[in-house]
């Protein structure tokens, strides 16, 4: 597995580096995000690791860049930014999940670990199922405990990106964005009236969708079955 390490400290870089591939990872380690936009051909990443706070382009419009080309590859984010209006920028701009500084390598190598592995259940079966609720993304079908829902085509959408993604944060825009698509006139108020008949619908299952007040909405099992 190839890590795209970017982080402008160089005694942090170092130990990440070191850690990583004592773990069994290849890692590319660069200390400024222009390099790195440069390394994406020819060493396409597994993973990227990103610094926000960098010399010339920034931590987040790597991001953009990167995710205008590539919404599957996991990018974590490990900054000594840590409020919550920076987590949620981060987030909302397609980051999968924020470490602030300073943190533990176990639990960098552990996020690490859980992102890759999803991106492997993800990839391996046209199947999405937990918690008792699974969607065939090839027939088209959403079944409940075995029972099958009749879900209109943006609320199939969204479920089948919460299945696919359990656990990631998913803002309003974003939402908005991936299931309407990008320039959509429409506002949150849309994502919130479809995520409430999806509930519905769900009955029971419904509790799994989480709403975070102010932020966006999340699935929260991580039962496999
Ligand atoms: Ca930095």
Redesign the pocket.
């Known amino acids: 597995m190839q890590i795209l390490l970017i982080?402008?400290?160089p005694g942090l870089r170092e130990v990440i580096e070191y850690s990583l591939a004592r773990e069994g990872f290849q890692v590319t380690a660069l200390d400024n995000a222009n390099d790195a936009l440069m390394v994406l051909e020819d060493c396409p990443p597994d993973l990227v690791l990103l610094?926000?706070?960098?010399p010339g382009l920034q931590g987040l419009q790597f991001l953009d860049i990167f995710r205008q080309h590539d919404q599957r590859t996991p990018v974590i984010i490990i900054?000594?930014k840590n409020t919550e209006e920076d987590v949620i920028r981060a987030l909302e701009r397609g980051a999968d999940d924020y470490l602030p500084k300073p943190f533990s390598l176990k639990l960098l190598v552990m996020k690490i670990r859980v992102a890759l592995r999803r991106l492997n259940d993800q990839a391996s079966s046209n199947v999405l199922s937990r918690g008792g609720v699974s969607i065939d993304l090839e027939a088209h079908r959403v079944l409940n405990d075995g029972v099958e829902l009749q879900l209109t085509q943006k609320e199939f959408d969204l479920l089948a990106l919460f299945l696919r993604r359990p656990q990631k944060v998913f803002t309003r825009n974003q939402l908005l964005n991936m299931i309407w698509g990008y320039g959509s006139d429409l506002n949150s108020r849309t994502v919130d009236v479809h995520m409430a008949m999806l509930r519905k619908k769900l009955s029971d299952k419904g509790n799994y969708i989480k709403t975070l007040p102010k932020i966006g909405y999340l699935w929260e099992t991580g039962e496999k079955k």
């Open positions: 982080e402008d400290e610094d926000l706070m960098l900054s000594a």
